[in-house]
């Protein structure tokens, strides 16, 4: 089984063992639970570290006093405990916090288990928060996670497991056992996109005045995002409607080129998006047009079939949908750079006028 080594996971290792020589540093006893606290507190952005970190914070605090009071009036045993991290639980979603419940859980056990003293619950807030802070320093400091770049960067490698299904799922040319593996790997990577996505999102929303070029960004890593996935629903379409029909190979050979076309179109928007082509539109000026007219021609085609063509149908119409939001994604590209090119002739003009070295 393969296994990819991960920032992510190296980043672990490293808040796991500054946060046990932190804490034996400090002569907090027992370290294992600020390394528990650094495994839960590693984010997947800094954004999100210090969000954790702070609401990890307001949390633990709240449950190491419900369970010191808890275990001065009640007692440590099992079923109290149990009360308590029910209580515990519900605090924490009444405020927004269901993210932080695991680790709390964790200080309120532990303080419970000294029936409330104080020093004692000291003693595991401040283990705690030790391991959140060591997981919050790694990630900032270690590799920084950066989602816009670990997002464009696997678009490319999404795209590659995109276009070899698209080629092949007609002609189907490559074996059964490697093309499930490639579909199961352009699922798990579209999966990945969307949760960086989710991520680039968030972190434009918490912003109070995020700038009119990020915007765009977001509005065209989306429809990138949307692509593959129709694309992807394309191969799955072809998988399970194409094969079961009736077809001739003449339609065999016409939907496959079909898809051989619209796989080079998404491959030009891209590179095009990367700004790696120079400014020739004219293989690809009546896409749209030519989208439609498959549509069509494919329905006339159908409506003289005497068998059933429904399955065909539902593949033509993923192959039509697939080609709309490429020629969207297009579109989305070309707005993007006129307003890069603006912007930096914008910034080219502030540089060089006069007025700006003079005042």
């Not at 490293?14 to 650094?38: D, E, F, H, K, S």
């Not at 010191?68 to 045993?77: D, F, K, N, R, T």
């Not at 997981?135 to 464009?152: D, G, H, R, S």
């Not at 006339?300 to 068998?307: I, K, V």
Request: hydrophobic share 45%; net charge neutral; with cysteine.
């Amino acid at each position: 089984m393969h296994v990819n080594f991960g920032a992510r996971m190296l980043k672990t290792g490293i808040a796991v063992t500054l946060a046990l020589y932190l804490t034996m540093l400090l002569n907090l006893t027992p370290p294992v639970i600020a390394a528990i606290a650094a495994i839960f507190a590693m984010q997947p952005s800094i954004y999100k570290s210090w969000r954790y970190f702070l609401d990890q914070l307001l949390t633990n605090t709240l449950g190491a006093v419900i369970a010191m009071l808890a275990g001065m009036l009640l007692s440590s045993e099992p079923i109290a405990v149990g009360l308590t991290c029910i209580v515990v639980i519900m605090v924490c979603l009444k405020i927004n916090r269901a993210d932080t419940i695991g680790l709390t859980l964790v200080t309120v056990i532990s303080v419970m288990e000294a029936s409330g003293q104080f020093h004692f619950a000291l003693n595991r807030f401040l283990i705690n928060v030790i391991g959140i802070f060591a997981a919050f320093i790694v990630n900032v400091l270690v590799l920084p996670p950066k989602p816009k770049e670990q997002f464009l960067g696997q678009i490319q490698s999404t795209f590659g497991h995109l276009s070899l299904l698209l080629r092949t799922a007609v002609s189907d040319e490559i074996k059964e056992g490697v093309f499930k593996d490639e579909q199961r790997g352009l699922d798990g990577s579209i999966q990945s996109l969307a949760e960086k996505y989710n991520l680039l999102e968030e972190d434009q929303h918490k912003r109070k005045r995020p700038s009119y070029t990020e915007s765009r960004h977001l509005v065209v890593y989306k429809q990138m995002l949307r692509a593959l996935r129709k694309g992807s629903e394309v191969v799955q379409a072809v998988e399970e409607h194409y094969f079961p029909a009736s077809r001739s190979l003449e339609l065999d050979t016409l939907f496959d080129e079909r898809l051989e076309y619209m796989t080079k179109y998404h491959e030009h928007v891209l590179l095009k998006f990367e700004n790696k082509l120079k400014p020739d539109e004219s293989p690809w000026q009546n896409i749209e047009e030519e989208n439609e007219r498959f549509a069509l021609d494919m329905k006339r085609y159908l409506q003289q079939q005497e068998e059933s063509t429904m399955r065909l149908s539902i593949v033509t119409a993923e192959i039509h949908a697939y080609g709309y939001q490429l020629v969207r994604l297009n579109r989305l590209v070309e707005h993007y750079g006129q307003n890069a090119d603006r912007g930096e002739k914008k910034r080219w003009t502030y540089w060089i006028n006069p007025k700006h070295w003079l005042g």
